[in-house]
């Protein structure tokens, strides 16, 4: 059978990983001068916590140790590594360089999901289940390509400083747009590798129709799968939830918490729409 690894991108922690049948590896958090496994030795609410008392995050990627043993449990079987999308953090970077090293390891194949968080969970899940009924690698390959060519993410952060502190958004824009309540909304480029400003809108609500309108334009609807993974407020999730459900029938919808590591990218209140084929 081929064994299936990823990272926290899936936002599955170790221990809920292997319960479901694969294994992640772990990306990190360092805040008010510790360094965290996320979602196994702090959780998206603690991580919050922290930041709301003054004190400013960064990420990194799993450690290429980490990797490398997971590669070596299962020495001897097929590994598909599906990691997040490259480009947006160095994890698919570490997953190749840990298959490099693993002389004693078997057949590895690391591929770049193109994709983060919802639409990266759906795609191990899957992957997951038709291991588990014996698809091969090729198999497998050729459904994760399909999926991956119909995913798209779209985030609206609440707090400018993230994006400017990344480089995603010029300090004048940041400064204008915490004065004026505008609401940018940044999504993936076609090859996945960054992120960038797919529109601005005036107010958390104008931008949530702008999402229904494109979603809607793009023929999401039944046989699409809905993610709605968030840092937010309830009422921000209800009112994206119900907006999109009314603009998109036939749709399923999941909600999923974000993970320390893209809270540190979009900040406390961050809220992404993603979609992907069912």
């Known amino acids: 059978m081929v064994r299936i690894i990823s990272d926290t991108s899936t936002l599955y922690s170790t221990a809920q990983a292997r319960e479901a049948g694969f294994a992640v590896s772990p990306l990190s958090v360092t805040i008010a001068g510790r360094s965290y496994r996320e979602f196994d030795e702090i959780s998206s609410d603690e991580f919050v916590a922290i930041i709301d008392q003054g004190h400013m995050p960064t990420s990194s990627q799993p450690a290429i140790g980490e990797v490398t043993a997971l590669y070596e449990e299962f020495a001897g079987e097929p590994v598909l590594n599906i990691a997040m999308a490259q480009g947006l953090s160095g994890t698919y970077q570490s997953a190749a360089a840990a298959a490099e090293l693993c002389d004693s390891c078997g057949d590895i194949t690391v591929v770049n999901s193109r994709t983060l968080c919802g639409p990266h969970r759906y795609m191990v899940e899957g992957a997951v289940e038709m291991a588990k009924n014996g698809a091969t690698l090729e198999e497998l390959l050729a459904w994760l390509n399909e999926r991956m060519d119909s995913a798209k993410s779209y985030l609206i952060p ?31 480029t076609d090859d996945g590798c960054r992120l960038t400003v797919a529109t601005i809108r005036r107010g958390y609500s104008a931008a949530v129709k702008y999402l229904a309108e494109t979603l809607k334009k793009h023929g999401i609807g039944e046989g699409w799968r809905v993610y709605i993974s968030h840092a937010a407020t309830q009422e921000k999730v209800e009112l994206t939830l119900n907006r999109l459900k009314e603009a998109l029938p036939g749709a399923e919808f999941e909600i999923v918490p974000l993970s320390p590591a893209f809270i540190t990218q979009g900040g406390p209140g961050a809220l992404a729409v993603q979609y992907i084929k069912a």
């Open 158 to 188: 609440a707090d400018f400083d993230y994006l400017r502190r990344g480089g995603r958004l010029s300090p004048l824009v940041s400064h204008v747009g915490k004065i004026a309540n505008l609401a940018p909304i940044m999504t993936q």
